[in-house]
């Protein structure tokens, strides 16, 4: 019945008859938050109150916070001391409500949020009436909650189907009065809830038995009360709200956070700690929801279900690559309705992965998606006409110097294959056997230093380009590929405007390639590039007049981030990628033919289960995206493709690819390009790392070392 298992334990509990009453937790379990950690909702309170002129010229946000947080502190000493520690009993309402920020210890006093604002006013002269600073941190409490779909579902169940009290309860500041605001939302509409249990209006904290006055105040016997509640340890100390716990005799299901690994991860992105400038959140959407996201999907049902030995490559796919790829497809739906145009082609290989995250966000917006087959050499060929020395070197240029797709090279110390010139004729398409002239040449290996390279190849060049048999062959093998990939792209690329490409990008050379070979060939259509991710590279490419953009990266910026990215796309790549070989011509029919793949089944399995963990996280998205409707306002996720967003996914993205754990580092530093069958973290470069510093391993060429920071993390961190 529920997606979340947690949940399912909960309702199989109330289901049986094995309690008389539910209470459960508002924050983080029937709310969850926009912001990493409660106390960042301060940060955005400071953002609204400087835009606002109420924060003096010396307080930053950051300032701010901690000056919020420490007056909370303070207030509840005070409140203990002046109370003595005895509680106020209050009345039970009939509504719902939620809460703000607490700190300190949880056996401490509970002030009410007008008694903070008290202590807080004296550092913040002319912020203004207490009225108006009251009513501004509610607006971002309410701005920063969202309600959780799977809770909503468990309550309205419980109470409408079992006839059930529902009671609330919240360790917080805010009155039951203020609670109701925050609460007062469509998808808690209709759910009679029994009565609302705070620590300010109660005066009993978690710690000091609020879940034993709940029973007393409702005539629950403790043994039949069922609490369902967030758990304590995913809150930070300072300005956490913390999950009401339970006395001994109440049964408590806990629906924990984040995982362990993932706290991890949010750590290394900067997400988790107390409130700073620097801590990277948007100033009116912190995270935008996803770390609250990343952890609730990892307690999905089907997440129980993937193999552990999967398990790691799910949960990285969910929590790492979902976010990603997730605001990457739901800003291609929109430039794509932006540009005029309906249908999407994905280049492969990634291209049927990402058609399929396209599928959700492109239902409702009219846009469909499907994967096409174009490649640089595919594309670079098809453009040979003459076979002439400029065509040739273009050809060159665009196709590399490795083995033709589905051919291994020789590997050469830590990575990266090479190839010689009798592998990089036959990518021409050239009989070695009918022009016995060249031989000389075949044998000569690529794997030298630059200099060289470039006189091996104009003396191929040049020899190429006067013999008129070798020339006469290479110009027919093009033009019947061109045919060929022609009809295959008129039976489904428009017949005149836009046509909008979208793949993970770098340098939109695949583009170019094919926006000239359309342009030569008649076609009134001009590609249209969609990039996850484009280099300084594509800034030629736009003086020539294509238009590329990227969404985590547009043409190298914002270049720091950018570069530790495109310093090692290589995992990237192989996380989205089919498992089908490259492309390497087209029949007759025009029917693609791909080589074959190299990847072990143990490799194929594990990037499936990125893919799905990827997809599972969409999916969860998705899902309270539809949920809203126009007129949700400030209950509605907000969109992924805004400049703070795609900020956000990409500084997730470039953590992983630029500062792996050792754990994410092994499991995927032991996968093998497609291409050579090279290691992400190949051996041979493990044991030179003694005989390398930081800055020697991050200056090795690309063919040497993939991913160097995985390299660094698995090896000497």
Known sequence: MFDDARLGHAWSHLDSGGADALSVDVFETLLWRLVPEPAHAFLLLGERLAAAGRLPPDVTAGQFAHLRVLAEAQARQQVLANRGGAGRVGAIGSGGGTGSQGS???????????????????????????????????????????VDLDAAELVELAALKLGLPVYLVADTCL???????????????????????????????PADGLLDHVAAATGTPAARLLHLAGDPTGAAEAGATRPATSAPNVTVIRRGEATAELRATLAAEGLLGDPDDATPVDPEYGDFGLTALRARVLHRTEATGVPRALRR?????????????????????????????????????????????????????????????????????????????????????????????????????????????????????????TVPGI??????????????????????????????????????A??????????????????????VLVDLGWDGTTQVLLARLLAATGRDVTPVGLYLATGPAVHAHRLAGHRMEGYLVSAGQPARLAGQLLRAPAVVEQ???????????????????????????????????????????????????????????????????????????LRTLTRFVARPTAAEAAAFGAWRHDGDGQGLVPAELIRRMPYLSPAGLAELPPREATWPAAVAAVANR
């Open 104 to 146: 300190g210890s949880q056996s401490a006093g509970h002030p009410r949020l007008d008694e903070i604002w008290a202590l807080l006013r004296p550092a913040l002269p002319g912020a203004g009436e207490l009225d108006y600073l009251l009513d501004a941190e509610l607006s971002v409490l309410r701005a920063i909650y969202r």
């Open 175 to 205: 009155s039951g009065a203020q609670l109701d605001r925050l609460l007062a939302r469509a998808e808690l509409a209709g759910i009679p809830f029994a009565g609302l249990f705070t620590s300010a209006d109660v005066g009993v904290g």
């Open 313 to 433: 490559f799910w949960d990285t796919g969910a929590t790492v690559f979902g976010p990603v790829f997730t605001g990457f497809a739901e800003w291609v739906v929109e430039r794509t309705q932006e540009l005029g145009a309906q249908e999407a082609f994905c280049l492969m290989r990634s291209g049927e992965f990402v058609a399929g995250l396209l599928a959700g966000p492109g239902r409702d917006a009219g846009v469909t998606a499907r994967p096409l087959w174009a490649s640089r050499e595919v594309c670079a060929l098809a453009n040979v006409f003459e076979a002439s020395a400029p065509e040739l070197r273009a050809f060159l240029a665009h196709a590399g110097t490795g083995p033709p797709p589905g051919e291994s090279g020789t590997s050469t110390g830590a990575g990266g294959a090479v190839g010689t010139v009798g592998a990089l004729l036959r990518r021409l398409r050239v009989d070695l056997a």
């Open 439 to 476: 031989s000389a040449l075949a044998g000569r290996r690529l794997d030298v230093p630059a200099g060289l390279l470039d006189e091996i190849l104009e003396e191929l060049l040049e020899t190429l380009s006067h013999d008129d048999r070798i020339r006469g062959e290479i110009v027919l």
């Open 478 to 499: 093009a033009e019947r590929l061109r045919e060929r990939f022609l009809r295959y792209l008129d039976e489904r690329l428009p017949d005149r405007g836009p046509a």
């Open 575 to 649: 996380v989205a990628m089919a498992d089908a070989g490259a492309l390497i011509s087209f029949d007759e029919g025009s029917t693609p033919l791909l080589g074959l793949g190299r990847a072990s089944r143990t490799q194929l399995a594990q990037r499936g289960a990125v893919q799905d963990g990827a997809r599972a996280f969409q999916r969860e998205w998705l899902r309270y995206r539809e949920a809203q409707t126009p007129d949700d306002g400030d209950s509605a996720l907000p969109s992924l493709c805004g400049d703070g967003a795609r900020l956000a996914l």
